[in-house]
């Protein structure tokens, strides 16, 4: 998965409760972004970051957060944790955003908001 | 509005027979398209991309791609299917802020 690791791989949590999921990419990437899959939907994006301390927003940002204080790291928070939060989450890295780069993704994260 | 279309929630395909999976984009400029794969329990594994020239693109594992303009069309495609090619087959287009939207996703089953 083209050193990209992401934990957990697995949470259970509760509505109302700040989640907090980690991205962490050997590849000295510049962008790295952060995807959510539902069935029907693809994969939607949520954040992503162009370089550190710089994020921007997704299609799908409500109710989430990123913080990016490393290139190797980008962090993913639900401040409060929603049953439709559930969803497994994908993170992803990019050299650059030209036309032929390719995105690379990690194993995911699979969230369960009870 | 730009999108990615993939009209079919799931492909059967005997396994040896060729398989087409189908995707329809619409975009502004020119389309950047990639395809990927995923496996269960795993991360997006990618597979091909067109950008610019040969209309027939050729990627990972056999699999190939063909872009058609007129039709807004790149379909996914190989000669010849593996029951092991069974899996989840997202397109997606990149659009000029360089970020990826996705097709809802296509299951691919190949039976023996």
């Known amino acids: 998965d083209a050193g990209i690791t992401q934990s957990p791989r697995h949470k259970v949590t509760e509505t109302g409760t700040p989640v907090t999921l980690r991205c962490h990419q050997t590849?000295?990437?510049?962008?790295m972004y952060w995807y959510r899959q539902d069935p029907g939907h693809g994969l939607r994006l949520i954040h992503y970051?162009?370089?550190?301390?710089?994020?921007d927003k997704g299609e799908v940002s409500d109710g989430y957060s990123v913080s990016r204080s490393k290139t190797e790291d980008f962090l993913l928070t639900l401040e409060s944790a929603t049953s439709s939060q559930t969803s497994v989450y994908f993170c992803a890295i990019s050299d650059n955003t030209g036309a032929g780069e390719t995105q690379y993704f990690g194993p995911g994260t699979r969230l369960l908001v009870l | 509005a730009q999108s990615v279309a993939q009209p079919e929630d799931q492909v059967n395909v005997a396994e040896g027979n060729p398989l087409t999976v189908k995707c329809t984009y619409s975009?502004?400029?020119?389309?950047?398209l990639f395809w990927y794969v995923q496996y269960p329990n795993r991360g997006l594994q990618f597979l091909l991309k067109y950008i610019t020239g040969d209309n027939l693109v050729k990627g990972s594992y056999g699999f190939e791609a063909e872009f058609n303009k007129s039709q807004t069309s790149f379909h996914l495609k190989k000669p010849s299917a593996l029951v092991s090619d069974s899996a989840l087959y997202f397109c997606?287009?990149?659009?000029?802020?360089?970020?990826?939207?996705f097709g809802q996703g296509t299951t691919l089953q190949v039976k023996p």
């Open positions: 997606a287009v990149r659009v000029h802020t360089g970020k990826l939207i």
């Open positions: 590849e000295n990437h510049r962008y």
């Open positions: 970051s162009y370089g550190v301390k710089d994020t």
């Open positions: 975009v502004s400029g020119n389309p950047y």
